[in-house]
């Protein structure tokens, strides 16, 4: 048996000779491959996230020492408001990294409880109806009846509003989008479809990946990552298709009850 360092990336234990000692050694560079992997990811995301949160802390500093240095005792308040918006917003990428570090660890809490996902996404989609109308899309939703899901219903309104977020994000204005609803046996599930422009190849492939997005894209690369983690840890998955006519279609199906 050669010793090598197996600190140092790509650097294994080569072995000959007894098998078991050779089975061993299998085992081992696997493990390491598995630790290599997890401190890449780590970096990357690590990487990812401070990257993010550096220029809405530097909006955040300016515009609290713009309030400072006014004067006028009612000019603060619309700089701190400002403030405190990106607070908020900074707060929710933080925690949607930490879901997403806690599904991918096999970890994320689930307050599973009976959902009416038919009246939770009839809610949603009534919700953001005046934002689809600022853009000039055209919603259509058809929901049936009485679809009862056993899951966390905190964590279900937001891969429902991810994906309504999603469309207004990147469609361009004036585009058609439906949210159908159905079940079938023991099978729930939600399409989510528009005749926007689509996926590119190259982003398809990693549209579930943390981090990921379109060039053009004003987004995080969080929400499609978010809605892939929080259905999986429903025991459900998530995929992309070709829409006939051209535009895209996200599926999600998820079984009634695990």
Not at 98 to 124: F, M, N, T, W, Y
Not at 125 to 149: K, R
């Amino acid at each position: 048996m050669r010793r090598q360092d197996p600190l140092k990336p790509g650097v294994r234990a080569h072995v000959t000779g007894d098998p078991d000692v050779v089975a061993l050694a299998t085992t081992f560079n696997h493990m390491l491959d598995r630790i290599q992997a997890s401190v890449n990811q780590l970096r990357t995301v690590t990487d990812a996230v401070a990257h993010d949160l550096k220029s809405p802390v530097t909006s955040i500093r300016g515009r609290l020492e713009v309030a400072l240095s006014n004067d006028d005792d009612s000019s603060w308040r619309e700089p701190v408001a400002e403030a405190i918006e990106g607070l908020d917003r900074m707060a929710l990428l933080l925690d949607t990294t930490l879901d997403l570090a806690e599904a991918a660890g096999g970890a994320l809490h689930l307050d599973r409880g009976r959902i009416d996902l038919s009246c939770l996404v009839l809610q949603l989609t009534d919700l953001y109806q005046p934002a689809f109308a600022e853009h000039h899309h055209e919603l259509e939703v058809e929901v049936s009846e009485n679809i009862v899901f056993n899951g966390d219903i905190s964590l279900m309104s937001r891969v429902v509003g991810n994906l309504l977020d999603n469309e207004l994000t990147h469609l361009p204005d004036a585009c058609r989008i439906r949210i159908q609803l159905t079940s079938a046996g023991d099978r729930v599930r939600l399409r989510v479809e528009d005749n926007g422009p689509g996926f590119s190849p190259e982003l398809r492939q990693r549209a579930f990946d943390r981090f990921v997005k379109g060039k053009q894209s004003p987004g995080r690369g969080l929400g499609l990552a978010y809605v892939d983690a929080v259905v999986r840890a429903h025991g459900g998955e998530v995929g992309i298709s070709d829409r006939v006519g051209g535009g895209a279609a996200l599926l999600l199906s998820l079984p009634v009850s695990i």
